[in-house]
């Protein structure tokens, strides 16, 4: 049990998804997190979200709606009125696994040297089934260099959490400059004043829907947004000839067991420790 509950700031843009706003405003408020500052921002929507926020208005610190230039404008409005200690989003079709906040607030209570931590991956289809896709070879450890070799691929941004001083440190702001891939560039941000800790445990999921999801409508355009980002970094971070020897260490291990070349990458890449759970011990970090 927390001795205390750090304040936590959980913003959801919203702009036409009625059909699926309330469940995710039911996955937030359901946390039952006794400090907890949820903000909305409505896009000035039309299909009926008005009336879903206002029957959950009183459980609300904030909310609006009005015309805005779109995500990421909407989320610069929300995290501005926030005041959390710890910050996330969440959009408003994807959804929170039960006692997610709970469990953020204690690995960050256990684990001071984390600044920002990021769940395991998991999705939501239609209808709200849970399913997750195999999982990769670093068991979703991220560092920036793992994000420059594997072209960004990906953190997946609703299960992300960050502490206040990082988000200040890092500018305090989102991105308008990109207007697909505004998280990726925070990512990118965040990695140049501390390391991601990822957990094992599952936190929030991404809902994929059979159609109208800008995030599949315009993959092409969000990748080509992606690369330009991991161009100017390895540009402003001087990052070319460290990547390269990361290349050849990559080659040369080709051959090994899947068990040492993972582990020969992962001290390469600079991956950190993982938050995983121990039977006595509750949270731990390993690197295995």
């Known amino acids: 049990m927390l001795a205390s509950f750090p304040k936590i700031s959980i913003v959801t843009p919203n702009y036409n998804q009625a059909a699926f706003l309330e469940q995710t405003i039911l996955s937030v408020l359901s946390q039952g997190y006794p400090n907890l500052e949820y903000i909305v921002i409505d896009g000035g929507s039309t299909d009926g979200s008005l009336e879903i926020i206002r029957k959950y208005e009183q459980q609300l ?102 502490k206040r001083e990082l988000w200040e440190e890092a500018g305090a702001y989102i991105s308008q400059e990109y207007p697909l891939a505004a998280d990726f560039e925070l990512w990118l941000r965040f990695f140049r004043y501390d390391q991601l800790y990822s957990s094992s445990f599952l936190l929030a999921g991404f809902r994929m829907r059979k159609s109208g999801q800008l995030s599949d409508k315009f993959r092409k355009e969000y990748l080509e947004q992606v690369d330009a980002l991991l161009a100017r970094e390895r540009k402003e971070r001087k990052m070319t000839m460290y990547l390269l020897l990361c290349r050849l260490i990559m080659a040369l291990t080709y051959v090994l067991t899947r068990k040492l070349r993972r582990k020969i990458l992962s001290a390469a890449l600079k991956l950190p420790a993982k938050i995983v759970f121990d039977r006595g011990k509750g949270f731990v970090m390993r690197r295995k």
């Open 61 to 162: 610190a904030y909310w609006v709606s009005e015309k805005d230039n779109g995500l990421y404008d909407a989320l610069q409005k929300g995290f501005g009125k926030s005041t959390g200690d710890i910050m996330a989003w969440i959009n408003s079709d994807d959804l929170y696994h039960r006692q997610s906040f709970s469990a953020v607030a204690s690995m960050f209570a256990q684990f001071p040297q984390a600044r920002w931590i990021m769940g395991s991956n998991s999705y939501f289809d239609e209808e709200g089934n849970c399913f997750t896709y195999e999982r990769d070879i670093f068991d979703e450890r991220w560092s920036s260099w793992r994000m420059q070799l594997y072209n960004g691929a990906f953190i997946q941004q609703e299960s992300v959490f960050w």
